[in-house]
């Protein structure tokens, strides 16, 4: 009445997956995934951007093969981002998702690089939109362009509406 999966995966620099559950003759699915893996697996679509740290995963796929049917989380501590054409970086970032039915719930926050702390929270739908309703703080980020500035920023912006397109961006941002 249904495939059986069990399987686990070991690979450099620490990843491992570990994946169990049932596949039905239906198409339904009753699958959990777990383990963790390099975020530097995603620097040759981020270049010349780089992020470093692992992300540990604990996910589970309960009903159509879907994003509708994913629960479970995914999440970082000590990681670090560097954007060079954009003369900044953030560390010691800590973010976790967690996936429900619907939605995906981000709780993010980093230390900028040339000073400040930047935290993203919300929600982003799980559909064709990504609609979202997110909230991004603020706290002392200097930002430097050497020839023409050096300031700090204190604010919250928010992002609501679909990320794919007309997402409104409001809110306040007070230069110091």
Do not use: H, K, M
Request: glycine share 8%.
């Amino acid at each position: 009445t249904a495939w059986q999966i069990e399987t686990a995966l070991n690979g450099l620099n620490g990843t491992r997956a570990r994946l169990s559950g049932r596949i039905l003759q239906s198409g339904t699915l009753d699958l959990n995934l777990s383990g963790a893996a390099p975020l530097a697996l995603a620097n040759p679509f981020l270049a010349p951007r780089n992020i470093l740290g692992d992300a540990v995963f604990d996910l589970a796929l309960r009903g159509p093969a879907a994003l509708s049917s994913l629960s479970g989380s995914i999440s970082t501590t000590n990681g670090r981002f560097s954007a060079p054409n954009l003369r900044t970086s953030l560390a010691d970032i800590a973010a976790q998702v967690q996936f429900t039915r619907e939605n995906a719930l981000i709780d993010a926050s980093a230390n900028v690089s040339s000073g400040g702390r930047i935290t993203l929270r919300g929600p982003v739908a799980l559909d064709t939109a990504l609609a979202a309703d997110l909230a991004v703080s603020l706290n002392s980020v200097r930002v430097v362009n050497p020839t023409l500035f050096d300031t700090r920023l204190n604010g919250q912006l928010n992002i609501r509406g679909s990320l794919i397109e007309d997402a409104l961006i409001s809110g306040q941002l007070d230069l110091l």
